[in-house]
């Protein structure tokens, strides 16, 4: 791509109407947007269509992936559930889809932080998502006994254990 654009290949639509920005978004190929959304003669509208076009392909593949069955509490070397690498990119909408997939809404990562404490530091002041909606009573009751440091190692399932120490 960088190749065409030095010897000066123009950026037109095809058939379909499509320029290879759009295509690039419609494709998820997210390395070649962002070079073709700097060029300088790419339009500030071209780059809206374009990125609104990657973000609505980017939340159909996770749809497409959940279908398929894609293991929505995951965890990454840093302890990040998929949930809270969607929280660290200000992605509320894909947080929300998330959940309603069975995602565990307040698991924290290696930080000790849970998805919604690192939305809040992405967001303007105000809550894109309200915690008390997606945490149950059991997550309450676990992260109460994390909190206060309550003796249960040995005294309860190894289920219950772990389940605490998501919290």
């Given amino acids: ?3 065409l654009l030095k010897c000066n290949a123009r950026m037109e639509r095809d058939g379909y109407g499509m320029t290879p920005l759009l295509a690039a978004s419609v494709t998820g190929h997210t390395n070649i ?5 700097h ?3 790419t339009s500030r509208e071209e780059r809206i269509d374009a990125l609104e ?3 609505a392909t980017f939340v159909d593949k996770k749809r497409d992936l959940l279908g398929c069955g894609a293991d929505v509490d995951s965890r990454d070397c840093e302890n990040n559930t998929p949930l ?5 990119n200000g992605c509320p909408d894909i ?4 959940v309603k997939a069975g995602a565990h809404f307040d698991a924290k990562n290696a930080q000790r932080k849970t998805a919604y404490e690192l939305l809040d530091e992405h967001s303007s002041g105000h809550p894109a998502l309200y915690p008390l909606n997606y ?20 005294l309860i399932s190894e289920e219950m254990e772990a389940f605490i120490e998501l919290h």
């Avoid at 947007?33 to 959304?37: C, I, M, N, S």
């Avoid at 809270?84 to 660290?88: E, G, R, T, W």
């Fill in 1 to 3: 791509m960088k190749m």
């Fill in 33 to 37: 947007v962002e070079y073709l959304a």
């Fill in 39 to 41: 060029q300088p003669r």
């Fill in 53 to 55: 076009l990657l973000g």
């Fill in 84 to 88: 809270h690498v969607a929280a660290s």
């Fill in 95 to 98: 947080m929300e889809l998330l």
């Fill in 135 to 154: 945490i149950t009573l059991q997550c309450l009751a676990a992260r109460a006994i994390e909190k206060h440091r309550l003796p249960y190692r040995g």
